[in-house]
């Protein structure tokens, strides 16, 4: 990508959500992180696993009103704040690496903002390192068990903003 970020690796942090209000709660703190306004999350977990759910209680608790959509077949949908840009990438559907120029996304990815993306995996050869990456699986029919390792000085430095807030 050209976007040359130095890599640090940290322990994961690990978290248990009971059930989707935990979601919520863990959503609302992270949005009060002072680094969050131009960090690359990368959300990963099957599918159902709950990464529209937590991108959408992120997003209102930014400030976005109305319906937060998951943008499977657009791919991306932006969203604009008064204090910050958005995007939220879902990249399930996406197979062509020649679709990340036509689309602009070099110049998303490279600009200021909330970048968060949904199956990074499957753009992975064009994506620029990840700042913080959040895995989300299943325990149980609520249960969510959660790790975030950061890979930036971003990164990090949300992850030491969420160690100190949540349970």
């Given at each position: 990508?050209?976007?040359?970020?130095?890599?640090?690796?940290?322990?994961?942090?690990?978290?248990?959500?009971?059930?989707?209000?935990?979601?919520?709660?863990?959503?609302?703190?992270?949005?009060?992180?002072?680094?969050?306004?131009?960090?690359?999350?990368?959300?990963?977990?099957?599918?159902?696993?709950?990464?529209?759910?937590?991108?959408?209680?992120?997003?209102?608790?930014?400030?976005?009103?109305?319906?937060?959509?998951?943008?499977?077949?657009?791919?991306?949908?932006?969203?604009?704040?008064?204090?910050?840009?958005?995007?939220?990438?879902?990249?399930?559907?996406?197979?062509?690496?020649?679709?990340?120029?036509?689309?602009?996304?070099?110049?998303?990815?490279?600009?200021?903002?909330?970048?968060?993306?949904?199956?990074?995996?499957?753009?992975?050869?064009?994506?620029?390192?990840?700042?913080?990456?959040i895995f989300i699986?299943?325990?149980?029919?609520?249960?969510r068990q959660v790790?975030?390792?950061?890979?930036?000085?971003?990164?990090?430095?949300?992850?030491?903003?969420?160690?100190?807030?949540t349970p």
């Open positions: 990508m050209g976007i040359h970020t130095p890599i640090v690796k940290t322990l994961p942090l690990r978290l248990l959500w009971p059930d989707e209000a935990a979601t919520q709660a863990f959503a609302n703190t992270l949005a009060q992180a002072p680094a969050l306004s131009n960090a690359f999350i990368a959300l990963h977990g099957d599918l159902g696993a709950g990464k529209t759910t937590l991108v959408r209680h992120l997003l209102h608790a930014l400030g976005v009103t109305g319906r937060v959509k998951s943008p499977t077949y657009a791919v991306v949908e932006p969203y604009e704040l008064p204090h910050m840009e958005i995007w939220h990438f879902d990249f399930y559907r996406f197979n062509d690496p020649r679709e990340w120029e036509d689309a602009g996304f070099r110049d998303i990815f490279s600009g200021p903002g909330l970048k968060l993306a949904e199956w990074p995996e499957k753009a992975a050869s064009v994506l620029p390192v990840v700042d913080l990456d699986g299943t325990a149980a029919d609520t249960q790790s975030l390792i950061s890979n930036t000085p971003t990164g990090a430095d949300l992850l030491h903003f969420l160690s100190g807030k």
